[in-house]
Every structure is written in structure tokens, then in C-alpha cells.
């Protein structure tokens, strides 16, 4: 059974920095897209980072680049660093995984979805 699980969420002041991990368990990864989304409040889930091992391309949503660093450690395991946190990026957070390769920003493309951890971000 193909399980993620996030941790490292919590709150922080603006300006702080976080970094949340998902592990992987059930299968290897390596080789196929996997990201992060989060969902705010009363908002849709929203794309935040992507990974594709196609050349370890990194991909980000406008609102977070600069700030937040995707990375892999071996086939299991994704981190996201998050910098110069502000109020907006509070959230819950996803890491998502899929069984194709490549990467998307569209939520559908994921076949497998952790937890979420809640990111706090106060003014």
C-alpha cells in the first residue's frame, strides 16, 4: 500500500522558514512527478512545487518563487524548504505523487496524496 506522509508544519512568524518532508512508503518514486500543493481556507488546492527527474527540473508557482526550494533525497523522500514565509502562504499542505513521469501543475495529474500539514504563518 502506497502510503505519503508530511511532517514538519507549524507556525511561525512572517519572514521565518520552514521545512516540510514526505516520505514515501510502498513503491519507489524515483522516476515519476511528484509536488506540493496547498489549500488555504476556503480555497481551492493550489499548485505550490514540482519535481521531474527528466533532468531534475524543478518547477514553482509565481507567488513562491525565490522563496521555496523543492528537493528529493533518494527515491523516497521530498522536501520543501520554505523561506521568507508571509501571511499568505498559510495552509495546508500536500505532497503529491504520481505514477506517470513528467510533472504538472494540475492536481489531477497526482495519484497519491499525503495527510497535509498545516503551515501557520502569522503577521
Known amino acids: 500500500q502506497v502510503q505519503l506522509v508530511e511532517s514538519g508544519g507549524g507556525l511561525v512568524q512572517a519572514g521565518g522558514s520552514l521545512r516540510l518532508s514526505c516520505a514515501a512508503s510502498?513503491?519507489?518514486?524515483?522516476?515519476?512527478?511528484m509536488g506540493w500543493f496547498r489549500q488555504a481556507p476556503g480555497k481551492e488546492r493550489e499548485f505550490v512545487a514540482a519535481f521531474n527527474w527528466l533532468g531534475s527540473s524543478e518547477y514553482y508557482a509565481d507567488s513562491v518563487k525565490g522563496r521555496f526550494t523543492i528537493s528529493i533525497d533518494g527515491a523516497n523522500t521530498m522536501y520543501l524548504v520554505m523561506n521568507s514565509l508571509k501571511p499568505e502562504d498559510t495552509g495546508v499542505y500536500y505532497c503529491?505523487?504520481?505514477?506517470?513521469?513528467?510533472?504538472?501543475?494540475?492536481?489531477?495529474?497526482?495519484?497519491?496524496w499525503g495527510q497535509g500539514t498545516q503551515v501557520t504563518v502569522s503577521s
Open positions: 510502498g513503491r519507489t518514486f524515483r522516476n515519476y512527478a
Open positions: 503529491a505523487v504520481s505514477r506517470v513521469r513528467g510533472y504538472s501543475d494540475n492536481a489531477s495529474f497526482y495519484d497519491y
